[in-house]
Structure formats: C-alpha cells, structure tokens
T-cell receptor, first 114, second 114 residues
Framework: NAGVTQTPKFQVLKTGQSMTLQCAQD?????MSWYRQDPGMGLRLIHY???????DQGEVPNGYNVSRSTTEDFPLRLLSAAPSQTSVYFC?????????????FGPGTRLTVT | AQSVTQLDSQVPVFEEAPVELRCNYS??????LFWYVQYPNQGLQLLLK??????LVKGINGFEAEFNKSQTSFHLRKPSVHISDTAEYFC????????????FGKGTKLSVIP
C-alpha cells in the first residue's frame, strides 16, 4: 500500500490564482480530512469527509472547497489564493470503527502564496 | 468543545537526559488521546495513543505517556533522549466514541543538545 499520497510537494502561487491540492489513499478509508499547519498554531482542520458524497467544514474552512466523488480521492481547492493561505497542508485518512482510531497522514504540500 | 494545551513551545534537553512534554486537554466527555511526532520537513507519525484501559501507555522509540483523568493530562516522557529525538511533538484529542476529528495542540519543539 502507498498509504496517503499528496501532490504536489511544493507549490508557489500568485495572489488570486486557483489550484487543487491532490490527496489519495489506497487503504479504503471512508474518513478523510485536510489540515493546515502554521508555525506555533499546530494543525487545524479545514474540511473533512466521512464518505463519498459527504463533506463538512472544520475549524478554518474559508477560502477552501472540497468534494468527494470516490472513496480514494479528496482534493482541496483554493478558489482565489491569498498570502494568508501560505502554509503546509496535510491530508489524513482513517477507517471508521477501526479499533486503533489512528489517522494516517500524507507527507504534506508546502504552499507559498506571493 | 475539546481543546488541547501544550504548555511548552520549546524544550531543550541534553542528550541522555530525561524529558517530559506536557499536554492538558479539556473535554466534557470521554476522550481518546494521541501523541504524534514530526521530524523536520516530514509528515506526522503516531508515537502512542490512549484509548482505554491502562493509564500508562508505551509507544515507539522508547516514549511513554500517562493518562491522568483527574488532572486532564497526558504527558509524554522518555527516560533518556537521543539526538534523533529532535523533532516537534503534537498532542491531540478525539472526543467521544463517534467522533473522527482530531484537535491538536500547538506543538512542542524538542531540541536535543549533544
């Protein structure tokens, strides 16, 4: 299993541009989520999904859009990038009902908005 | 709502000395507690977790943590640190049996001094 994969690893955008951060998992996990990590702030939940066709907002959803058309993929869209969205983005997945309750994290995407 | 407080943002410690990284949480219901480690420029890796049962939990790389319900704490300890333990450590809580969401603390940077 590849686990949770994220592309790209690095991205530089100009203010106002849009882009999609890709996240995929091959573990058949229904639950997937996106976090952003900023210095001194820990990880904050942006959006999450409990299955295909079901998404919901987390703590910091503004400026981001998600959809979940398959179990495997959970892309994060930046509609109009702003410098405040400069961050490291992590995708995570988990299987509901899994005894260990462990979430598996991808390697991250480092985004800079100029 | 749940919250996590990591009391120290940075902890310097000499090699082979013991270390304790402190974590307190607030929640009105039963919780599941986690410690994750992030090495420089990498994703998050699960160190250990408390789900139920014994309050002393052992994890990877010689780390352990103790769940203290009365003090709402889940402090991480290691009796003798190594240079390779230099990393950022995150405490996280998941609230209730049906919750998939993780709430993270702001992180503690552990620096091991040779």
């Amino acid at each position: 299993n590849a686990g949770v994969t994220q592309t790209p690893k690095f991205q530089v955008l100009k203010t106002g541009q849009s882009m999609t951060l890709q996240c995929a998992q091959d573990m058949n996990h229904e639950y997937m989520s996106w976090y952003r990590q900023d210095p001194g702030m820990g990880l904050r939940l942006i959006h999450y999904s409990v299955g295909a066709g079901i998404t919901d907002q987390g703590e910091v959803p503004n400026g981001y859009n998600v959809s979940r058309s398959t179990t495997e993929d959970f892309p994060l869209r930046l509609l109009s990038a702003a410098p405040s969205q400069t961050s490291v983005y992590f995708c995570a997945s988990r299987k509901p009902g899994q005894v260990s309750r462990e979430q598996y994290f991808g390697p991250g995407t480092r985004l800079t908005v100029t | 709502a749940q919250s996590v407080t990591q009391l120290d943002s940075q902890v310097p410690v000499f090699e082979e000395a013991p270390v304790e990284l402190r974590c307190n949480y607030s929640s009105s219901v039963s919780v599941y507690l986690f410690w994750y480690v992030q090495y420089p420029n990498q994703g998050l890796q699960l160190l250990l977790k408390y789900l139920s049962g014994s309050t002393l939990v052992k994890g990877i790389n010689g780390f352990e943590a103790e769940f203290n319900k009365s003090q709402t704490s889940f402090h991480l300890r290691k009796p003798s640190v190594h240079i390779s333990d230099t990393a950022e450590y995150f405490c996280a809580v998941s609230e209730g049996a049906g919750s998939y969401q993780l709430t993270f603390g702001k992180g503690t940077k552990l620096s091991v001094i040779p």
